[in-house]
C-alpha cells in the first residue's frame, strides 16, 4: 500500500517573496506518529507544504491531511482534488476535531482527537475494504506506541528537526486553548512511560531537543524521572512550562534544577496576561496571584532563558496594554516573546461565549491566526487591537529594548547571549529568509546550539558541556 501524508500550508508559508523562520522550525511530528503505525512493506511518504512544494500527479492508495485552522482551506482544496481522482483521503487533526460537519464533505474519512487509537483501527478497516466516515478518539494512552517514523522527515529542511512529545495535552482548563475541545471524550493529559521517551530520545542524533509538550513539567514524577535519565546525556533543549510549575518546583524534587543539570536553557512560559482581571475572565486561574517576577528570576537564576507569550485584546485589556506589557517584559529580561492576538478557535469556551454575544467578526479561518482580530474587543476597535499588537513586537524587538533586556543580566556572558538570542530572531528575518531559499538552514543550528549553550551558569550544569 502507498500512504501519503500531507501538512498543508497556510499561503503565506509559501510565499514566493518573504518566507518567515518560523515555518521551517518544526517537522510534522503528528504525521510521522501515525505512519509509524505502517508495516514495513508499505510505502510512506511525508509532505510537509512549508518546507517543499506538494506535488499531486501522483496515485497513493491512501492520503492522510492534518488540518490547523489556518491551513484549513488549502487542506480541503487538497482533498477534494485527490478525491476528484479516486483516492482515499482521511482528514484528522485539531481543526477536523473542532468542526467535523465542515470537514466531513471533504474526506472519505475523518479522525476527532488524537490519532494514536483511531489510525490503527482505520488501517485494520481499511485494508478489510470496510473504512467507516468516522472513527472518534475515546481509548487514550501512549502505551505500545511505535517509534516515530523519523526516517520520513528530511531533516536539512528544518532549524529543530529533533522537536519530540512525551506527552499529550495539560493538566489545566483555558478559556481559550483548543486543549479541552480536543480531548473531549478521554483523558486529557497522558504521558508516555519514562523509559520510552528516553529511547526515543536516544534515536535523536546531533545535541539540540525541543520539546513541544504543552506542559512539560504537568506531571512532577514523570518530569523528574525524566531528567533523571537525561543526566549525561549531553543534550541541550528547549521546552514550555506555565508559570505555577516553575514557582513550586522550588521545592522537592526541585524539578526546574534538575532540568537545567540535564541541559533545559530556554523555557516557553504562558504568562498571557499582567492583568489579574484577564486572567481570572479565560480561567487560567493557575496564574493568578502568582509572582512573574519571581519565576523569572528562578529560571534566569538557574541558566534559563525566557520565552513569554502575551495575549491581547481580553474584555479587561484596553488600549494601554500593549506598552504596559512590553514595558514589563523588557524591565524583566525576558529574551524572547511571542505576542498573540486572542482567538476564538471554534469549540473552546471562549468561541462559544463570542458566538453567544455576537461578536465574532467573521468566520474566514485563514484569518485565525491570532495576529488579525477576528472578534470586537471590548475596550477597543479590531483596528487599534491590531496596531496595538504589531507596536507590542515593533518596541519588544526594537534595538534599545534588547540592549536595555540584556542590561539587566548580572553578567556579560548572560547579556551577550540575551542580545544575540533576542536579535538573531527578529532583527536577521531577512538573513533567515535567504538561508531557506538557499536551503540552508540546517547549517544555522550549529549558531542556535552555541547561543543555547553559553550559559551564565554553565557551573550548575558541568555534564552538559
Ligand atoms: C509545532 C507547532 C507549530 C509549528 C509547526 C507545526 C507542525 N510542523 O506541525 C509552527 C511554528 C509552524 C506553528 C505555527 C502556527 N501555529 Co502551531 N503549534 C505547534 C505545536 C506546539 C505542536 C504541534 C505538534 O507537533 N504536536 C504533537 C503531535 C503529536 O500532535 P498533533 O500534530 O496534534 O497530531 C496528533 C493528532 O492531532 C492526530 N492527527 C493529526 N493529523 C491527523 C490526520 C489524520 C488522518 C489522523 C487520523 C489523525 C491526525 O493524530 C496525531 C497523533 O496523536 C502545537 C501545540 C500542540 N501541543 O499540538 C501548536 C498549535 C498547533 N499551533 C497553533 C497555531 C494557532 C499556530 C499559528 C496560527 C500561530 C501563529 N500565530 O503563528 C501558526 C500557523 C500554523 C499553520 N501552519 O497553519 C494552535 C492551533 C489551533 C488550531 N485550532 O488549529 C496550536 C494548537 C497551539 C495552541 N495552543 O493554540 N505551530
Ligand atoms: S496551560 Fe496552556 S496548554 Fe494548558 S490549557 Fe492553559 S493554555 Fe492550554
Known amino acids: 500500500m502507498f500512504v501519503k501524508f500531507i501538512l498543508p500550508a497556510l499561503t503565506e508559508a509559501t510565499s514566493p517573496l518573504f518566507r518567515p523562520i518560523k515555518y521551517s522550525l518544526f517537522p510534522p511530528l503528528g504525521l510521522a506518529t501515525l505512519a509509524a503505525y505502517l508495516p514495513p512493506e508499505d510505502r510512506a511518504v511525508l509532505t510537509d507544504e512549508h518546507v517543499e512544494k506538494l506535488r499531486m500527479d501522483d496515485a497513493p492508495d491512501l492520503v492522510a491531511i492534518e488540518v490547523y485552522i489556518t491551513s484549513a482551506r488549502r487542506s480541503y482544496e487538497i482533498a477534494d482534488r485527490y478525491r476528484s481522482r479516486g483516492v482515499f483521503v482521511a482528514l484528522g487533526g485539531l481543526h477536523v476535531t473542532s468542526l467535523p460537519e465542515e470537514a466531513a464533505p471533504h474526506a472519505d474519512a475523518i479522525f476527532t482527537g488524537p490519532g494514536d487509537d483511531t489510525w490503527p483501527r482505520f488501517l485494520a478497516d481499511f485494508r478489510a475494504g470496510r ?8 481509548r487514550r494512552t501512549l502505551l505500545g506506541a511505535p517509534p516515530i517514523r523519523r526516517d520520513l522527515i528530511q531533516r536539512h529542511l528544518y532549524l529543530v528537526p529533533n522537536s519530540i512529545v512525551v506527552s499529550r495535552g495539560c493538566p489545566y482548563v483555558c478559556d481559550f486553548c483548543y486543549k479541552e475541545a480536543f480531548f473531549q471524550g478521554g483523558r486529557s493529559f497522558y504521558t508516555q512511560t519514562v523509559d520510552d521517551a528516553l529511547a526515543e530520545i536516544e534515536r535523536l542524533p546531533g545535541r539540540h531537543l525541543y520539546f513541544l509538550d504543552d506542559h512539560l513539567l504537568g506531571n512532577r514524577r514523570f518530569a523528574a524521572a525524566l531528567f533523571e535519565g537525561m543526566k549525561g546525556m549531553g543534550r541541550i533543549w528547549q521546552a514550555a512550562g506555565t508559570v505555577n510549575s516553575i514557582l513550586e518546583t522550588a521545592v522537592e524534587p526541585r524539578l526546574l534544577e534538575k532540568a537545567a543539570d540535564c541541559g533545559l536553557r530556554s523555557l516557553f512560559v504562558g504568562f498571557e496576561s499582567t492583568n489579574r482581571a484577564s486572567l481570572e475572565e479565560q480561567r487560567k486561574y493557575q496564574n493568578l496571584d502568582r509572582n512573574y517576577g519571581a519565576a523569572i528570576r528562578r529560571l534566569h537564576g538557574l541558566g534559563i532563558m525566557v520565552n513569554g507569550s502575551f495575549v491581547f485584546g481580553m474584555d479587561s485589556d484596553d488600549a494601554g496594554v500593549f506598552d504596559q506589557t512590553v514595558e514589563w517584559a523588557v524591565g ?69 529594548a534588547i540592549v536595555e533586556g540584556a542590561m539587566t543580566k548580572p553578567d556579560w556572558i548572560g547579556r551577550l547571549r540575551h542580545f544575540a538570542y533576542a536579535a538573531g530572531w527578529k532583527k536577521f528575518e531577512p538573513l533567515w529568509d535567504a538561508v531557506l531559499r538557499l536551503k540552508r538552514v540546517a547549517q544555522m543550528r550549529p549558531v542556535l546550539e552555541a547561543v543555547l549553550r553559553a550559559s551564565p551558569t554553565e557551573s550548575l550544569s558541568p555534564r552538559s558541556r
Open 131 to 138: 473504512p467507516a466516515p468516522r472513527y472518534d478518539s475515546v
Open 332 to 400: 524583566q529580561g525576558i529574551e524572547t516573546a511571542t505576542f498573540h492576538i486572542l482567538t476564538p478557535y471554534p469549540g473552546t469556551a471562549l468561541y462559544g461565549r463570542m458566538e453567544a454575544q455576537g461578536r465574532l467578526l467573521h468566520r474566514n479561518w485563514d484569518l485565525y491566526d491570532t495576529r488579525h482580530t477576528v472578534f470586537r474587543p471590548a475596550k477597543m476597535t479590531p483596528a487599534q487591537l491590531e496596531e496595538g499588537y504589531w507596536r507590542a513586537y515593533r518596541s519588544f524587538y526594537r534595538w534599545r
